[in-house]
Every structure is written in C-alpha cells, then in structure tokens.
C-alpha cells in the first residue's frame, strides 16, 4: 500500500502520514511520478538549494533546520510565519535567503542571456565564414578561365584579303 507523507518545514510535529488516495496523486503529480521512477533503496531527491551548500547558516543551523523539516534554502524562504517565529533570528533568515533565491534568478537570467548571446555569435561566425568560401569559390573560376583559356587569334578576314 503506498503511503503519503506531507511534511511542513519548520514544524516538527504537524504533517499528514496516512494511505495516499486517488486525489493525493492528482494534487502531487510531479512528486508521484518521482515516487514511481525511484529505485529501490534510494533517497528522495531534494528539490532546491541544500542549506548545508548556502555559505550564510552554519553546520548547527543546517542540522537543526533539518530536524524542522527544512532541508533547502527555498523551503527555509518559504517557510511560514508561524512557523519562523519559533525560532530566534528566523525572519532576517528567511529574508536573507529570498533575498539570495532573488540574486540567484537573476543571476541566471544574465547567464541565460549570455549563453544565448555567445550562440548567436558562433552563428555569426560560421555564416561569415560561408560567405568568405562562397566569395572565394566565386573569383576562383574566374581565375581559372582567364588561364585556361587564353584568347584565340580570330582569324583573318577573307575580306581584308582582297
């Protein structure tokens, strides 16, 4: 029988663990179909920025965040007030890492754009290159003409014979 277990980050105690029905899978399709396709044995996958990667908590934060239930820094910016304000210092936390998930999107917007800008320009490059081969294929029988094929002498006009 599959089971559904719904964690709430910052709260410890609260969270649904119960069989899943037909709407649980509905509501979480993304998350069921990555239940399916995991091997047995295997850890879920934790979507996000792990806290212990962000350099502003340290090694004890991670560890007691994670035994709330937060586990990356979206879940930690996420997070709802009521459940923030059991902890000291949580709210300049919780704005720190929206404020850091904000950088980092724009952050990749730049580098989405940069990457499509040096694509373009490798597409620029290449067709200036066609070109230089298609101009140089042009004059190359042009060339080749004028030295095969010097002028023949016409021949002498029987009029001028006369």
Same mark, same amino acid.
Request: aromatic share 6%.
């Given at each position: &029988?599959?089971?559904?277990?719904?964690?709430?980050?910052?709260?410890?105690?609260?969270?649904?663990?119960?069989?899943?029905? !037909?709407?649980?899978?509905?509501?979480? !399709?993304?998350?069921?179909?990555?239940?399916?396709?995991?091997? =047995?044995?295997?850890?879920?996958?934790?979507?996000?920025?792990?806290?212990? =990667?962000?350099?502003?908590?340290?090694?004890?934060?991670?560890? #007691?965040?994670?035994?709330?239930?937060?586990?990356?820094? =979206?879940?930690?910016?996420? &997070?709802?007030?009521?459940?923030?304000?059991?902890? &000291?210092?949580?709210?300049?936390?919780?704005?720190?890492?929206?404020?850091?998930?904000d950088a980092a999107k724009e952050q990749?917007?730049?580098?989405?754009?940069?990457?499509?800008?040096?694509?373009?320009?490798?597409?620029?490059?290449? &067709?200036?290159?066609?070109?230089? =081969?298609?101009?140089?294929?042009?004059?190359?029988?042009?060339?080749?003409?004028?030295?095969?094929?010097?002028?023949?002498?016409? !021949?002498?006009?029987?009029?001028?014979? #006369?």
């Open positions: &029988m599959e089971y559904i277990d719904i964690k709430i980050p910052g709260n410890r105690n609260s969270g649904v663990c119960r069989p899943a029905k !037909p709407r649980d899978i509905q509501r979480f !399709p993304r998350h069921y179909q990555a239940f399916k396709n995991r091997v =047995e044995g295997e850890e879920d996958k934790i979507e996000g920025t792990l806290l212990a =990667e962000w350099p502003v908590v340290t090694r004890s934060m991670v560890e #007691e965040l994670a035994f709330y239930n937060v586990k990356t820094v =979206e879940q930690l910016a996420n &997070m709802s007030d009521s459940n923030s304000q059991q902890f &000291m210092g949580m709210t300049s936390l919780k704005i720190k890492a929206q404020q850091w998930l990749k917007a730049a580098t989405e754009l940069q990457s499509e800008l040096d694509k373009r320009d490798e597409q620029i490059a290449a &067709m200036q290159a066609q070109i230089e =081969e298609l101009m140089a294929a042009q004059k190359a029988p042009k060339a080749k003409r004028k030295k095969a094929a010097p002028k023949a002498k016409e !021949p002498d006009n029987p009029l001028d014979e #006369e």
